[in-house]
C-alpha cells in the first residue's frame, strides 16, 4: 500500500493496475483478484494514506504540550509530516479524489475533527469555544500553506508557524 501511495502521489489517481503491479511487483491479475476494479485500488490506497494521517495526529497530539503553544507544535509536526516544499502539491492533486469520494471525504471529516478536537482543548477549557478555536485554526493552518504554496517566502515550516502564532496572539488576546 506504502508503494501504491508514492506512485499515486507522483502520477495522480488515474494509475492502471498494469502500471501499479509494475511498481509493486505483482501481476495485474493478482490486483485486481485483491481489489475488484481500479477505482477501489485508488480508494484503499488513499484510506491507507488516512489511516497514516490519523496515527501522526495521535502521536503529535500525544507529544505537544496542553496549550496554545502546543497546538502550533501538533500542526508543525504534521506540516512536517508533509514532506516540505515537493510533497505539499502532490498532496493537493489527490484532494480532487477525496472530495469526489463519498468514503474518502467522509475519513477526511473523521479527521478534521480528530484535529479540530486535538487543537481546541489546547486553546480553549469551554467546550463550545474550544471547537470553533479549533476548527478556525485548522483553516488558518491550511490556508497557511496554500498561500505559501503560491508565494514560497521562506520555508514552509518557517511560513506557518509565523501564521499561526499571529492567529494564536489575535484570537486568544480577549
Known amino acids: 500500500m506504502d508503494r501504491l501511495l508514492v506512485l499515486i502521489g507522483k502520477n ?10 509494475q511498481c509493486v511487483d505483482l501481476a495485474p491479475a493478482t ?16 484510506l491507507h494514506a488516512w489511516t497514516q494521517l ?18 502550533v507544535d501538533l500542526l508543525l509536526q504534521l506540516t512536517r509530516r508533509e514532506g516540505g516544499e515537493v510533497a505539499f502539491s502532490d498532496g493537493l492533486l489527490l484532494l480532487g479524489e477525496d472530495f469526489r469520494n ?46 505559501w504554496g503560491f508565494t514560497r517566502q521562506g520555508t514552509l515550516q518557517d511560513n506557518v508557524k509565523a501564521v499561526l502564532d499571529n492567529w494564536c496572539r489575535s484570537a486568544l488576546r480577549s
Do not use: N, Y
Open 12 to 21: 495522480g489517481p488515474g494509475l492502471s493496475f498494469a502500471h501499479a503491479a
Open 102 to 147: 463519498p468514503v474518502l471525504r467522509a475519513r477526511g471529516a473523521q479527521w478534521i475533527k480528530q484535529l479540530t478536537t486535538a487543537l481546541g482543548r489546547r486553546l480553549s477549557r469551554d467546550p463550545v469555544l474550544a471547537d470553533v478555536l479549533g476548527q478556525q485554526l485548522t483553516s488558518v493552518w491550511q490556508g497557511a500553506i496554500i498561500c
Open 31 to 46: 490486483l485486481v483478484q485483491r481489489f475488484g476494479t481500479r477505482e477501489r485500488m485508488v480508494e484503499s490506497t488513499l
Open 54 to 71: 490519523e496515527e501522526a495526529t495521535r502521536a503529535a497530539d500525544a507529544q505537544a504540550s496542553a496549550d496554545p503553544a502546543g497546538a
